[in-house]
């Protein structure tokens, strides 16, 4: 059976596809800062629920480390948390500032780094990125002091080998097509 680690995984995108996965017998791991949500929708599909501040090293390591203890493996890792919304010059939220880099950047790099591990041990498996249009172009709710022109931003599903060599990935249209913009 396939086991699944979501983060950000108790609402959104991150709900649906916990929802989908579940719906086709998948083991399912909800890794989720907000625990009562978390919770809920761990209960909802009979899946795990992890407290996970992506933002915590620990955090991503204990998450997949729950994955192979409960389940025996780990398949997919669908690393989906995200955050934005830290205001304006004139109404800066110095914390929200802070915490968005902290779990879009530092999040997905701990993500991978907890995850790979797993999956090149156990045979491979897929790990796939939901990346923000933000990183692309910015977002009205960002401060302007973050947006940057021409950042390019991509998601990509990285297929790892058993012998830890890479093997390929694969970048979505959108992140090809900024890049040959830029």
């Known amino acids: 059976m396939t086991v699944v680690l979501i983060t950000g995984g108790a609402n959104g995108i991150g709900a649906a596809v916990a929802r989908r996965f579940a719906a086709d017998d998948a083991h399912v791991v909800v890794a989720e800062v907000e625990e009562q949500a978390g919770?809920?929708?761990a209960e909802e599909i009979g899946g795990l629920?992890?407290?996970?501040?992506?933002?915590?090293e620990a955090d991503n390591e204990a998450a997949v480390r729950a994955a192979l203890s409960t389940y025996g493996g780990l398949?997919?890792?669908h690393l989906n948390a995200g955050t934005g919304g830290a205001g304006g010059l004139d109404d800066l939220d110095v914390d929200r500032y802070r915490r968005t880099p902290a779990v879009n950047v530092d999040g997905t790099v701990f993500g991978l780094r907890a995850a790979y591990p797993a999956l090149r041990d156990t045979g491979g498996g897929a790990i796939v990125v939901t990346?923000?249009?933000?990183?692309?172009?910015?977002?009205?709710?960002?401060?302007?002091?973050?947006?940057?022109?021409?950042?390019?931003?991509?998601?990509?599903?990285?297929?790892?080998?058993p012998d830890g060599k890479k093997q390929g990935s694969r970048s979505t249209p959108s992140a090809r097509a900024s890049s040959r913009r830029a």
């Not at 990346?131 to 960002?142: E, K, Q, R, V």
Request: hydrophobic share 35%.
């Open 75 to 77: 398949d997919v890792v």
């Open 39 to 41: 919770t809920t929708l």
């Open 131 to 161: 990346s923000s249009l933000a990183g692309i172009s910015p977002a009205a709710f960002d401060p302007p002091c973050i947006r940057r022109r021409n950042t390019r931003s991509s998601a990509s599903c990285v297929r790892s080998r």
């Open 49 to 56: 629920f992890v407290r996970t501040d992506v933002s915590s």
